[in-house]
């Protein structure tokens, strides 16, 4: 079974820092793609970035491209976001997923996802 746990969520001004973290567990994790998704109030949930450790793929939404990092700890199952020059509209709860294929984690379709981190930036 697929268990994912987000961590490193907050207030934070704008232009500052935040890393979130995403704990793995129940499945194999080299062969699956991990993603976070943010879902801001009144919005649809939108892909941030995603990675697959295996074939060293990544993906990035436009908006975060440039301000936020995705990488991968194997050694702890872990999947870390490094997200900087935060602005407002990156305030959402963020959201990690995981699974085995790259495509549909970009279609929004995974085998698992978190319980989600509250990101707020303040202007």
């Known amino acids: 079974e697929v268990q994912l746990v987000e961590s490193g969520g907050g207030l934070v001004q704008a232009g500052g820092s935040l890393r979130l973290s995403c704990a793995a567990s129940g499945f194999t994790f080299d062969d699956y793609a991990i993603g976070w998704f943010r879902q801001a109030p009144g919005k649809e949930r939108e892909g941030v970035s995603h990675i697959r450790k295996s074939g060293g793929s990544t993906y990035y939404a436009d908006s975060v491209k440039g301000r936020f990092t995705i990488y991968s700890d194997n050694a702890k199952n872990t999947v870390y976001l490094q997200m900087n020059s935060l602005k407002p509209e990156d305030t959402a709860v963020y959201y990690c997923?995981?699974?085995?294929?790259?495509?549909?984690?970009?279609?929004?379709?995974?085998?698992?996802w978190g319980q989600g981190t509250q990101v707020t930036v303040s202007s």
């Open positions: 997923a995981a699974d085995r294929s790259m495509l549909r984690l970009r279609l929004g379709v995974a085998d698992g």
